[in-house]
């Protein structure tokens, strides 16, 4: 069975991100937001948007290694326009390794709305992890 992004992620699964690269450096994700995704004047919750780039910036960092995980160090994200999508029109996220020592990767992340705007844009910083098998996940 193959996993879309090398773990399970359940949040990313109810979110609906679909990973379409994932690749020498680099990811893109497409994220169609649902109606309860959305803010007060009906755009995509800045809460999902930075769910986006922090998940786009962390593939792009597993991207060159991907049987190690990463964990998200720090994070600084800017807000340029409102991050629109309604019906089938997705909103693009892409992510770019800048530079990886041993241990970090520092990377930076964009998001498109459906007409190719540019709305947010984040830089991040991921520790790299060995990935330990994952506990079942209880209902209870």
């Given at each position: 069975m193959s996993i879309p992004f090398?773990?399970?992620i359940p949040f990313v699964d109810i979110l609906g991100f679909t990973l379409e690269k994932f690749e020498g450096g680099q990811s893109e994700l497409h994220y169609a937001p649902?109606?309860?995704h959305?803010?007060?004047f009906a755009v995509t919750h800045g809460g999902a948007v930075?769910?986006?780039l922090?998940?786009?910036m962390a593939t792009a960092a597993r991207s060159i290694e991907p049987d190690m995980g990463v964990v998200t160090i720090e994070m600084k994200t800017t807000f340029m326009r409102p991050a629109k999508a309604t019906g089938a029109e997705k909103l693009v996220a892409k992510g770019?390794?800048?530079h990886r020592t041993r241990s970090m990767a520092f990377?930076?992340?964009h998001v498109f709305d459906?007409?190719?705007?540019l709305c947010a844009h984040a830089t991040g910083t991921f520790k790299y992890v060995s990935r330990r098998p994952a506990a079942a996940l209880s209902t209870d």
């Open positions: 090398g773990a399970v649902a109606p309860e959305l803010n007060s930075m769910t986006l922090d998940v786009v770019h390794l800048m990377t930076e992340g459906a007409d190719g705007q």
